[in-house]
């Protein structure tokens, strides 16, 4: 079923020998005795200090042997000179291959081609970056951005990345940067067949310790309990800096870990570039990909939140934009033969509805979001380079009825997701739960429990736990005797956080520990399983600060008692919360309960009480009218008025590191304190050299 | 989960409802600038003799089927006849000519730097001025009550690619409130 890209070589061939015999650019410019230009290159990709700072130190690009990336440069030609040929070297090895049609055809030289009155600015020269043109704003106006897809490189080591431009006027500039292969070592052990990635979306330390003393308990200072992944053998600490900032969001916050490499925020599975189309950024391989291309293994996308949203996008689709919601669902379907996505599960129906009109504001009456401005078609080079699906603008397009025609099985709710497996098991499953984000634990087992006043509201009164969605999941994933990668996020852990909403989001990190204990016994039936549980980035700079010193009943008659009622040390205690036989808190409106303060809290109103509503989501075609539209209107008038020490509506991640714990086969590699692209190299080398 | 104490209910009874509508209840937070004829200052009684009241909640059927949402009987039974429906005028940044849109919550539309990703809720209604094409309605705040005609289908808002699922023609009692309040608004603005 699946495919390899072009020009792609087999892993046995790739690992511990350098890439070679790649056919000659025609005219090898390093050899060209052509007078250097005063043009520049403002932007060499991968990126590298080498090339930004002169240091070759650290070096920011690293790749497995054989994975996939694209090369890119962005050239600034002297006035009135245009780009007329290019050649990158590796280690001074030619790797363009223009003397080729099929080499060719992986190249391309996007300059401004829009109209010149909208695209370039009459005063300055320099382009204007407005929609419709081609290029972002700020370059002159005979800039070019010059590609070249689906590079890669078998030999472990530190390699020099040289690219060489010749202007019309027959001068040259030249640029150097750097790349790492990080070898694999072949004999270290078995490998993991199956490797299963839980993404706590936001769970920094303190959410995983909410969730352990609100689920547990503790006596005499120890804890009454552990939550599965606390039982895991190995934790780390991870770094989470994106490739341009120290807070993270959640794009390059997962696809750094799956990449190998930093993105920038907002992008997903690909490098910044200085083009205007989202879908045409350099690429860098998956995980899935790499591994489905040489083991044949199968992907699972299993998450609480709308599908297209960044964490589980960032498994499998490569976009600079995040938000582009109709052109990442359309590309998990359209790019299956490349990543093996086999079980897609979450919410985000409303972009599988046809639409249309093409509009989506308010929505159509059938509820869809898919429009045009947020789709995708590729560039030849992509195409031709990666094999990918060229896409279409499509905004009518049925994308349940062509999943469903390409076999995989639909589940609308939780009733339907059971039938399926009623006789058997699905070969492809997908499970679309909401219209957007699903309702969170605290609102779906209150539905559970009877009161379905909030679920009901949002529609959709039959969604499943993630527990439930994560044995479904592995159920059908384990059919491939070839093995998966699987991700199974906790999505609202981080949504709740942002809302610093204390009852909802602990209950979040209490469901998606039992969708990992439902993983640990998958690993432990199936010993070829690694298990990581990790987050993207710290959310909030959420503290537990202590526990009340007042009953439920004293909180809700003063609401606005704030810091009166905050029991700290002593006086904290120990906050005692009774579980129903469901897993989850009878209550969390309890007498002491736990006390939550936030470090990178926006302004709100504490009233230490849970909501009834939750806060709006605003991506809901069908908010409930009584969930505030933010922290800060929340319990206005009524709870004590907290402050915010950041701007916005709404706490924000934090550059805080993350603790990462791992289990079954090869976790002993998931020690000490490691950047997140170095989870990518430690999967590798578990699926692909293996590990004791 | 003992999500509704007694305690706790009467602590939301106390909260002045920013956003407290769109099932039909009620709303206590009306401003000043409302005119009488939309304004909502306290529990709503029945509609006038041949208006009904409809729901923002009673447009799309509930429990969502297994695809996309499904206009209610009731919706279609309406179109044609005068409704009353309450809710919040969308704040659009870039006003449109002639109508507005009215939201189950508080929302507002970026136009300019949002295009179309604003997130309006779907059963957003567009709501016209018959005699008024040309008129901008001024922004109003708090929940309102609009009495006219509904249509039921998919109604495009010129320029601004947007559409709804139904509109409602303003009764003339309620259009010539906005129409004196955008006449008002505008010779303010001249005067400045």
Same mark, same amino acid.
Request: aromatic share 6%; proline share 6%.
């Given at each position: 079923?699946?495919?390899?890209?072009?020009?792609?070589?087999?892993?046995?061939?790739?690992?511990?020998n350098?890439?070679?015999?790649?056919?000659?650019?025609?005219?090898?410019l390093?050899g060209?005795a052509?007078p250097?230009?005063?043009?520049?290159?403002?932007?060499?990709?991968?990126?590298?200090?080498?090339f930004?700072?002169?240091?070759?130190?650290?070096?920011?690009?690293?790749?497995?042997?054989?994975?996939?990336?694209?090369l890119?440069?962005?050239?600034r030609?002297?006035?009135?000179?245009?780009?007329?040929?290019?050649?990158?070297?590796?280690?001074?090895q030619p790797?363009?291959?223009?003397?080729t049609?099929?080499?060719?055809?992986?190249?391309s +030289?996007?300059t401004?081609?829009?109209?010149?009155?909208?695209?370039i600015?009459?005063?300055?020269?320099?382009?204007?970056g407005?929609?419709?043109?081609?290029?972002?704003?700020?370059?002159p106006?005979?800039?070019?951005?010059?590609?070249?897809?689906?590079?890669?490189?078998?030999?472990?080591?530190?390699?020099?990345l040289?690219f060489?431009a010749?202007?019309?006027?027959g001068t040259?500039?030249?640029?150097?940067?750097?790349?790492? +292969?990080?070898?694999v070592?072949?004999?270290?052990?078995?490998?993991a067949?199956?490797?299963?990635?839980?993404?706590g979306?936001?769970?920094?330390?303190?959410?995983?310790?909410?969730?352990?003393?609100?689920a547990?308990?503790?006596a005499?200072?120890?804890?009454k309990?552990?939550?599965?992944?606390?039982?895991?053998?190995?934790?780390?600490?991870?770094?989470?800096?994106?490739?341009?900032?120290i807070v993270?969001?959640?794009?390059?916050?997962?696809?750094?870990?799956?990449t190998g490499n930093?993105?920038?925020?907002?992008?997903?599975?690909?490098?910044?570039d200085?083009?205007?189309?989202?879908?045409?950024?350099?690429?860098?391989e998956?995980?899935?990909?790499?591994?489905h291309?040489?083991?044949?293994?199968?992907?699972?996308?299993?998450?609480?939140?709308?599908?297209?949203?960044?964490?589980?996008?960032?498994?499998a689709?490569?976009?600079?934009a995040?938000?582009?919601?109709?052109?990442?669902?359309?590309?998990?379907?359209?790019?299956r033969?490349?990543?093996?996505?086999?079980?897609l599960?979450?919410?985000?129906?409303?972009?599988?509805l046809?639409?249309g009109?093409?509009?989506?504001?308010?929505?159509?009456?059938?509820?869809? *979001?898919?429009?045009?401005a947020?789709?995708?078609?590729?560039?030849?080079?992509?195409?031709?380079?990666w094999?990918?699906s060229?896409g279409?603008l499509?905004p009518?397009r049925?994308?349940?009825?062509?999943f469903?025609?390409?076999?995989?099985?639909?589940?609308?709710?939780?009733?339907?997701?059971?039938?399926?497996f009623a006789?058997g098991?699905?070969?492809?499953?997908?499970?679309l739960?909401?219209?957007?984000?699903?309702?969170?634990a605290?609102?779906?087992?209150?539905?559970?429990?009877g009161d379905?006043t909030v679920?009901?509201?949002f529609?959709?009164?039959?969604?499943p736990?993630?527990?439930?969605?994560?044995?479904?999941?592995?159920?059908?994933?384990s059919q491939?005797?070839?093995?998966?990668?699987?991700? +199974?996020?906790?999505?609202? +852990?981080?949504?709740?956080?942002?809302?610093?909403d204390?009852?909802?989001?602990?209950?979040?990190?209490?469901?998606?520990?039992?969708?990992?204990a439902v993983?640990?016994?998958?690993?432990e039936?199936?010993?070829?399983?690694?298990?990581?549980?990790?987050?993207?980035?710290?959310?909030?700079?959420a503290a537990?600060i202590?526990?009340s010193?007042?009953?439920?009943?004293?909180?809700?008659?003063?609401?606005?008692?704030?810091?009166?009622?905050?029991?700290?040390?002593?006086a904290a205690k120990?906050?005692?919360?009774?579980?129903?036989?469901?897993?989850?808190? *009878?209550?969390?409106?309890?007498d002491?309960?736990?006390?939550?303060?936030?470090?990178?809290?926006?302004?709100?109103?504490?009233?230490?009480?849970?909501?009834?509503?939750?806060t709006?989501?605003?991506?809901?075609?069908?908010?409930p009218?009584?969930s505030?539209?933010?922290?800060?209107?929340?319990?206005?008038?009524?709870?004590?008025?907290i402050?915010?020490?950041v701007p916005?509506?709404?706490?924000?991640?934090?550059?805080?590191?993350?603790?990462?714990?791992?289990?079954g086969?090869?976790?002993?590699?998931?020690?000490?304190?490691?950047?997140?692209?170095?989870?990518?190299?430690?999967?590798?080398?578990?699926?692909?050299?293996g590990?004791? | 989960m003992q999500?509704?104490?007694?305690?706790?209910?009467?602590?939301?009874?106390?909260?002045?409802?920013?956003?407290?509508?769109?099932?039909?209840?009620?709303?206590?937070?009306?401003?000043?600038?409302?005119?009488?004829?939309l304004?909502?200052?306290?529990?709503? #009684?029945?509609?006038?003799?041949?208006?009904t009241?409809?729901?923002f909640a009673?447009?799309f059927?509930?429990p969502? #089927?297994?695809k #996309?949402?499904?206009?209610?009987?009731?919706?279609?039974?309406?179109?044609?006849?005068?409704?009353r429906?309450v809710?919040?005028?969308?704040?659009?940044e870039?006003?449109?000519?002639?109508?507005?849109?009215?939201?189950?919550?508080?929302?507002?539309a970026?136009?300019?730097?949002?295009?179309?990703?604003?997130?309006?809720?779907a059963?957003?209604?567009?709501?016209?001025?018959?005699n008024?094409?040309?008129?901008?309605v001024?922004?109003?705040?708090g929940?309102?009550?609009?009495?006219?005609?509904?249509h039921?289908?998919?109604t495009?808002v010129?320029r601004?690619?947007?559409?709804?699922?139904?509109?409602?023609?303003?009764?003339?009692r309620t259009?010539?409130?906005?129409l004196?309040?955008?006449?008002?608004?505008?010779?303010?603005?001249?005067?400045?």
């Open positions: 079923m699946h495919r390899s890209p072009l020009f792609r070589r087999p892993l046995a061939a790739v690992i511990g350098a890439l070679v015999g790649a056919a000659l650019f025609g005219t090898a390093a060209l052509s250097a230009s005063a043009a520049t290159v403002s932007r060499l990709t991968p990126p590298s200090e080498l930004s700072s002169g240091q070759a130190a650290p070096v920011i690009a690293r790749f497995l042997p054989g994975q996939l990336f694209d890119q440069a962005t050239v030609p002297d006035a009135g000179q245009t780009v007329t040929n290019f050649s990158f070297y590796v280690d001074d790797v363009s291959q223009l003397g049609p099929a080499g060719r055809a992986r190249t +030289i996007v401004e081609t829009g109209d010149a009155a909208l695209c600015d009459a005063d300055s020269g320099k382009t204007t407005k929609s419709g043109c081609k290029l972002v704003a700020g370059l106006g005979n800039a070019a951005v010059v590609s070249q897809r689906a590079y890669s490189k078998g030999a472990a080591g530190v390699h020099e040289k060489i010749q202007m019309s006027d040259r500039v030249s640029a150097i940067g750097n790349f790492e +292969i990080i070898g070592d072949k004999d270290a052990g078995k490998t067949k199956n490797i299963i990635v839980f993404l979306d936001g769970m920094g330390a303190a959410h995983r310790t909410a969730a352990r003393i609100i547990k308990g503790y005499q200072g120890k804890a309990g552990l939550l599965t992944m606390d039982t895991f053998p190995d934790t780390g600490m991870v770094m989470t800096a994106s490739l341009n900032s993270t969001d959640s794009a390059p916050g997962m696809q750094n870990y799956v930093k993105a920038a925020n907002n992008q997903e599975g690909v490098f910044p200085d083009t205007l189309d989202a879908f045409d950024n350099p690429r860098v998956y995980l899935s990909e790499y591994l291309t040489l083991q044949g293994k199968s992907l699972g996308v299993v998450t609480t939140a709308d599908v297209f949203d960044a964490t589980p996008a960032s498994m689709v490569h976009t600079s995040r938000g582009n919601g109709t052109g990442i669902v359309d590309q998990f379907l359209d790019d033969d490349l990543t093996g996505l086999t079980v599960m979450g919410g985000g129906r409303k972009w599988f046809p639409n009109g093409d509009s989506t504001s308010p929505q159509p009456a059938n509820g869809s *979001q898919r429009r045009s947020n789709d995708y078609v590729l560039p030849d080079d992509v195409v031709a380079g094999g990918a060229r279409a499509d009518a049925d994308l349940i009825a062509d469903q025609g390409a076999g995989f099985a639909y589940a609308p709710d939780k009733s339907a997701l059971d039938g399926l006789h098991r699905p070969k492809q499953l997908l499970g739960f909401a219209y957007s984000n699903m309702n969170v605290y609102d779906k087992i209150a539905g559970r429990r379905g679920v009901d509201a529609g959709f009164p039959d969604q736990m993630l527990d439930e969605m994560t044995a479904r999941a592995l159920d059908v994933l491939n005797r070839n093995g998966f990668v699987a991700l +199974i996020e906790g999505a609202s +852990i981080d949504k709740q956080a942002h809302l610093m204390s009852d909802r989001w602990p209950l979040e990190v209490v469901e998606f520990d039992r969708a990992i993983a640990k016994a998958f690993a039936d199936h010993p070829d399983t690694l298990v990581i549980v990790t987050a993207d980035h710290e959310c909030s700079g537990l202590g526990a010193t007042a009953t439920a009943a004293s909180l809700a008659e003063h609401p606005d008692a704030g810091s009166s009622i905050v029991g700290t040390y002593d120990f906050p005692k919360y009774v579980l129903a036989d469901d897993g989850y808190p *009878q209550s969390t409106n309890i002491g309960k736990l006390l939550i303060g936030y470090g990178a809290n926006a302004d709100r109103y504490e009233t230490w009480l849970p909501s009834a509503f939750p709006k989501d605003t991506q809901q075609p069908f908010p009218s009584q505030p539209a933010d922290p800060n209107v929340r319990n206005k008038d009524v709870g004590h008025f402050a915010g020490q916005g509506d709404q706490a924000v991640h934090t550059a805080t590191d993350i603790p990462l714990s791992a289990y086969l090869g976790s002993h590699l998931f020690h000490g304190v490691f950047d997140n692209t170095d989870v990518f190299f430690k999967l590798g080398q578990a699926a692909v050299g590990a004791d | 999500r509704f104490t007694l305690a706790l209910a009467g602590l939301l009874a106390l909260i002045p409802a920013p956003f407290a509508h769109a099932n039909g209840a009620t709303g206590t937070s009306a401003t000043t600038h409302v005119p009488a004829a304004a909502v200052t306290r529990r709503l #009684g029945a509609p006038p003799a041949g208006v009241e409809l729901k009673d447009m059927k509930l969502v #089927g297994p #996309g949402l499904e206009p209610t009987d009731r919706l279609r039974t309406l179109d044609g006849k005068r409704v429906i809710g919040y005028m969308v704040q659009q870039l006003p449109v000519a002639g109508s507005f849109m009215l939201s189950p919550l508080p929302a507002s970026g136009d300019e730097d949002e295009s179309l990703a604003d997130d309006l809720p059963s957003t209604i567009i709501v016209q001025l018959p008024g094409p040309g008129t901008i001024p922004d109003l705040h929940l309102i009550r609009v009495t006219g005609v509904l039921v289908g998919a495009e010129a601004t690619e947007r559409v709804a699922a139904a509109r409602v023609t303003l009764d003339a259009e010539r409130a906005l004196r309040l955008a006449r008002e608004a505008a010779a303010r603005k001249k005067a400045r």
